[in-house]
């Protein structure tokens, strides 16, 4: 809550993921909700249609949700489901936009193979990306790699959200990928919005530093350079 008050004019989203809830529950919600930022609740549902269904059910009973995400490989029937769940929820219910996660940008070609999926990871992103358009999501989580060709296979209003952003050298106290980074597919934050993204999810560049208030301000620098100009 220290980091997050201090952060609280200087992003436009917090994101609550599976570490923070388990340990908080909805608790987190309802404190960080109240700082004034919107909240992205990322707890990556994966499971049978009818779970998942129920899982969304209950998120948007929490205040403040913006974005909320599931597993694309869970399949068409699981992203349906939360849609349904979604569209069928209380009028005093937090309305989030729906992502589906594509590959997780710690995973490479190398990777999925091991995993049994075949092929370059940008070719399975964009498949999934057209899958979860179908199945009735309101956007996807992929990689700064992918974005140019989900922007073309899902249009202008489809909603990319992209982690894996690392800060040009010098723009932040964190540089770039580490040696202890296990992020596979990342770019910094100009690349990212140049290329197309709507959200830029930023999390160790920011947290892991002496100084997170400076860093979250060079962020932001960097992403209004790479904006469009009126």
């Known amino acids: 809550m220290k980091l997050a008050d ?27 909700g109240g700082l004034g930022p919107d909240l992205f ?24 949700i913006h974005l909320l995400d599931l597993h694309a490989l869970g399949g068409i029937e699981m992203m349906r489901a939360a849609a349904k769940a979604r569209d069928e929820a209380p009028a005093r219910a937090s309305s989030p936009k729906l992502l589906a996660i594509t590959i997780l940008t710690s995973m490479d070609s190398r990777a999925l193979r091991g995993v049994g999926i075949q092929g370059p990871a940008s070719q399975r992103v964009v498949k999934l990306a057209r899958l979860a358009l179908k199945g009735g999501m309101d956007g996807v989580v992929a990689s700064p790699q992918e974005v140019r060709a989900i922007r073309r296979a899902c249009g202008k209003d489809f909603l990319i959200v992209v982690p894996g952003i690392r800060p040009a050298a010098g723009s932040s106290q964190a540089g770039r990928k580490g040696k202890k980074d296990d992020q596979s597919r990342v770019a910094t934050p100009a690349e990212a919005i140049r290329a197309g993204a709507d959200y830029l999810v930023v999390g160790r560049p920011i947290t892991a530093v002496p100084d997170p208030s400076e860093a979250a301000h060079a962020i932001v620098e960097e992403i209004e350079s790479a904006l469009p100009r009126a």
């Not at 200087?10 to 529950?25: D, P, R, S, Y």
């Not at 609740?41 to 403040?64: E, Y």
């Open 6 to 32: 201090i952060l609280s004019s200087k992003v436009g989203m917090f994101k609550i993921n599976t570490q923070l809830f388990t340990a908080e529950g909805p608790a987190a919600v309802e404190k960080l």
């Open 41 to 64: 609740l990322d707890l990556k549902f994966h499971d049978i249609p009818n779970t998942v269904q129920g899982a969304v059910n209950s998120a948007v009973g929490l205040r403040g």
